[in-house]
C-alpha cells in the first residue's frame, strides 16, 4: 500500500473530505490511525491501495489524488457521493454478507474521555466517506480513529467527542447517530 499523511488544523468533516477524495479517485483506505491534539492539530495516516490492492506507483495518479485532497480541502461545499457510486464495485458482496456478520455498537465503556463507535462491515470504496459524513453530520468530532481492513472487512474503532469536547452520554444524541450509520453503512433501518 501507500501512506498519505494529512497534517494540519481540525476542521469540520475533515475526515471526510480526505476519505472522499481518496474513493472518488478509487483508491482504497486498507488502515487509517487518525490523532488530535488538544489544540486541534491533527496527525491522519492513512494506507491506501488501489482496486487491484497494489500501492500507488504512477506518478499521473499521485498528482490526480494529491489535487482531489487539495480541492476537497479548500472548498467548503463537497459532495463525492456521485463519483464514489460510479466506481463502487458490488462483486461477491452477497457471499461476504452471508458470511460476515456487519455490527455498529456505540461504547461508553471503553474511554474515559470519548464515545467509542465500534464497527464491522463490508469493506468498499467509499465506506469511511460514509461513516464520517454522518458522524459531522450528527454534530460530533472524531478525536482519535483506528481503522482497519482484512480480507474486505472493516474493522473500526473511532473516538468522538460533542462540540463541548465531552463524550456522548445522552441516548437521545447517540442513537440516531447509530441508527444513521446502521442504514449508511449497513443499509439497515430501523
Known sequence: CSKLVVVGWDRHLLLARVAGALAAESLSIVSADFYQRADHLVLDVFR???TNF???TGENTRK???KAVHEALRTEHFDFSPRIASRRKQVGLAELEADIPQWIYVNNNISPNHTVVELQAIDRIGLLYDVF?????HGFSVTHARIG???GVAVDAI????VSGR???????WMPLK???EKAVIGVER
Open 48 to 50: 491506501v491501495s488501489t
Open 54 to 56: 497494489e500501492p500507488v
Open 64 to 66: 490526480r489524488v494529491q
Open 133 to 137: 459524513m454522518v458522524i459531522g453530520k
Open 149 to 151: 481492513t482484512e480480507r
Open 159 to 162: 473516538y468522538l467527542q460533542d
Open 167 to 173: 463524550k456522548i452520554t445522552d441516548e437521545s444524541q
Open 179 to 181: 441508527l444513521a450509520l
